[in-house]
């Protein structure tokens, strides 16, 4: 589980940097 949140928190960064 704590794996998937840490790729969870990437994706959302990543997501907020292509939207920027």
């Known amino acids: ?3 998937l949140d840490r ?3 990437t994706y959302e960064e ?3 940097c ?3």
């Open 1 to 3: 589980m704590s794996k």
């Open 7 to 9: 790729y969870n928190e």
């Open 14 to 16: 990543y997501l907020m």
């Open 18 to 20: 292509k939207k920027s």
